[in-house]
Nanobody
């Protein structure tokens, strides 16, 4: 039974940086699409960054709002997916989640849903103004 677990959230000032980690077990990075999304209270889920699986070219996607500031990176040796977030803004305060899906591709900034998918419990990111 696979699972993913996020860590690294916290409180940071406007303009600060955080690095989120998503540690996976029972998940083969070569066979899934993986990504990060966020959700703030009362707001819709937003795909932040996603990596298509190898079967779909392994390309990267970033939401326009985070282009040039966020970097998603996998470490296959450690079975960990990172999200480096720089120059954070107060409106980016949200719960950040990691997800992996055997669909092997990203859709709307998230790993597309499939029968075999893994979502974490989230890590809170708070950006103070």
């Amino acid at each position: 039974q696979g699972q993913v677990t996020e860590s690294g959230g916290g409180l940071v000032e406007t303009g600060g940086s955080l690095r989120l980690s998503c540690t996976a077990s029972g998940v083969d990075f070569d066979d899934v699409a993986m990504g990060w999304f966020r959700q703030a209270p009362g707001k819709a889920r937003e795909g932040v960054a996603c990596i298509n699986g190898k079967a779909h070219g392994g390309s990267y996607f970033y939401a326009e709002s985070v282009q040039g500031r966020f970097i998603i990176s996998p470490d296959n040796a450690k079975n960990t997916l990172y999200l480096q977030m720089n120059n954070l803004k107060p409106e980016e305060t949200a719960m950040y989640y990691c997800a992996a899906s055997a669909s092997n591709y990203c859709k709307n900034g998230l790993p597309a849903r499939s029968r075999l998918e893994f979502w974490g419990q989230g890590t809170q990111v708070t950006v103070s103004s």
